[in-house]
């Protein structure tokens, strides 16, 4: 029987993630970011210009999907991170090292607590993808944690190889010129 609570998935799935830092990392990910959808209803001119303008219908059945998709990310992401040591290792460097990458833009950090993850998008083959720090520096301010994997984990028709749009991570970590990728992380900061 297939568990359902997020304790009961994670002692079935064994995943070295207790609980808490589930509620942790998903208060830091997500607290000021959603609400219960009663609190922050559209108004009916709202709703109006968004069916609209949009093609969106706006319903309390697609604000629950967006928010359960939205905590099951968080807790992936959590789930999937490395902690220093796991980096640290996987680098075969000091954990010293890995906070300097982290503080000179060369690793992306999620604070759970008081101590880092890193998502694992990040890396590939037991190593950064490349031009990491490029593209992390080039991504605007601000950005949820959530964003930021997404931009590096969907696929983008401006990364096309062989005609399929291809996502930053895997056209990064297949060698693929790092500018297009700089320029894509730099038009987001247009669209905010």
Same mark, same amino acid.
């Given at each position: 029987?297939?568990?359902?609570t997020?304790?009961?998935?994670?002692?079935?799935r064994?995943?070295?993630?207790?609980?808490?830092?589930? $509620? %942790?990392?998903?208060?830091r990910? *997500?607290?000021p970011? &959603?609400v219960?959808?009663?609190? +922050?209803? !559209?108004? @009916?001119?709202a709703?109006?210009?968004?069916?609209?303008?949009?093609?969106?219908?706006?319903?309390?059945?697609?604000?629950e999907?967006?928010?359960?998709?939205? $905590? %099951?990310?968080?807790?992936?992401? *959590?789930?999937?991170? &490395?902690?220093?040591a796991?980096? +640290?290792? !996987?680098? @075969?460097?000091?954990?010293?090292?890995v906070?300097?990458?982290?503080?000179?833009?060369?690793?992306?950090?999620?604070?759970?607590g008081?101590?880092?993850?890193?998502? %694992?998008?990040?890396?590939?083959g037991g190593?950064p993808?490349?031009?990491l720090?490029a593209?992390?520096?080039?991504?605007?301010?601000g950005?949820?944690?959530?964003?930021?994997?997404?931009?590096f984990?969907t696929?983008?028709p401006?990364?096309?190889?062989?005609?399929?749009?291809?996502?930053?991570?895997?056209?990064?970590?297949a060698g693929?010129?790092?500018d297009?990728?700089v320029?894509?992380?730099?038009?987001?900061?247009?669209?905010?």
């Amino acid at each position: 029987m297939a568990a359902d609570t997020v304790a009961g998935f994670l002692r079935e799935r064994r995943l070295p993630v207790r609980e808490a830092d589930v $509620v %942790a990392v998903l208060r830091r990910l *997500l607290g000021p970011h &959603l609400v219960a959808a009663d609190a +922050a209803a !559209l108004t @009916d001119n709202a709703a109006s210009f968004l069916r609209d303008h949009s093609g969106v219908e706006p319903s309390e059945a697609a604000a629950e999907t967006a928010t359960k998709e939205t $905590v %099951a990310a968080a807790t992936v992401m *959590l789930q999937t991170s &490395l902690s220093m040591a796991q980096v +640290a290792d !996987l680098l @075969d460097v000091d954990q010293s090292r890995v906070r300097h990458r982290i503080a000179d833009g060369g690793l992306y950090p999620v604070r759970v607590g008081r101590s880092n993850r890193l998502p %694992a998008w990040q890396f590939a083959g037991g190593r950064p993808i490349a031009a990491l720090r490029a593209v992390l520096g080039a991504l605007p301010d601000g950005l949820h944690p959530l964003e930021v994997a997404g931009f590096f984990t969907t696929p983008q028709p401006e990364l096309a190889v062989n005609g399929a749009s291809t996502a930053p991570r895997e056209w990064l970590a297949a060698g693929g010129d790092p500018d297009p990728v700089v320029e894509l992380a730099h038009s987001l900061g247009q669209h905010r």
